[in-house]
């Protein structure tokens, strides 16, 4: 993956919510990667977020093996776990 890439769509997000019309222009527009969302807090992983934004946490995903993992190199990774920060989160 491009290592530019997960800043490049966390600035694209600009805020915005995670709901299923934001997922879907995301795959229509990105088709190479794979994206997955859900609550920051559910993230137990020790790897920290790729990028950091107000609302926002990206992971790296790495689908190598047959078994995905968190990564924080973009070299593997073929797709994003976007975590979704809420109030009580911060």
Do not use: K, W
Not at 53 to 82: F, K, N
């Amino acid at each position: 993956m491009d290592p530019i890439l997960p800043t490049a769509i966390a600035d694209r997000l600009g805020g915005r919510e995670l709901d299923a019309d934001t997922l879907s222009q995301l795959r229509q527009h990105y088709p190479q990667v794979h994206f997955t969302t859900c609550a920051a807090d559910d993230v137990v992983d020790p790897v920290r977020p790729y990028v950091e934004r107000p609302g926002l946490r990206i992971y790296l995903v790495d689908a190598r093996d047959h078994c995905l993992s968190l990564t924080d190199d973009p070299e593997p990774a073929s797709g994003l776990l976007l975590a979704a920060v809420s109030n009580e989160d911060d």
